[in-house]
Nanobody, 125 residues
Framework: QVQLMESGGESVQPGGSLRLSCVVS????????ISWFRQAPGKEREGVAC????????YYVDSVKGRFTISIDTRESTVWLQMNRLKPEDTATYYC??????????????????WGQGTQVTVSS
């Protein structure tokens, strides 16, 4: 059974940076697609960034393009989300989610069957 564990969430000031990590255990990384989602109080969950280990392709929601970078370390089975120039509207609980499928590509509506417990990011002055 695949398990995901996020960490790295903190309280930061606007303009600051954070790096979130998601450790994947119990499953192979070969065809794994991993996405970061976030959910703020009173709002729907939204996809933020995605990476497909199959071909290294990435995808970002428009609101984070140029500020967030997703990357993967296959040896460590870890996915990173580098978040720069943080804004108050980035405040949310961030979750990583994953599925494995031959040829799987980034799609926030994909069959993400494994989810982490979430890590809180608060951007406030």
């Amino acid at each position: 059974q695949v398990q995901l564990m996020e960490s790295g969430g903190e309280s930061v000031q606007p303009g600051g940076s954070l790096r979130l990590s998601c450790v994947v255990s119990g499953g192979k990384m070969d065809y794994r697609v991993i996405s970061w989602f976030r959910q703020a109080p009173g709002k729907e969950r939204e996809g933020v960034a995605c990476i497909a280990n199959y071909d290294g392709s990435t995808y970002y929601v428009d609101s984070v393009k140029g500020r967030f970078t997703i990357s993967i370390d296959t040896r460590e089975s870890t996915v990173w989300l580098q978040m720069n120039r943080l804004k108050p509207e980035d405040t949310a609980t961030y979750y990583c989610a994953s599925y494995s499928l031959f040829g799987g590509r980034c799609d926030f509506d994909g069959p993400f069957g494994s989810w982490g417990q979430g890590t809180q990011v608060t951007v406030s002055s």
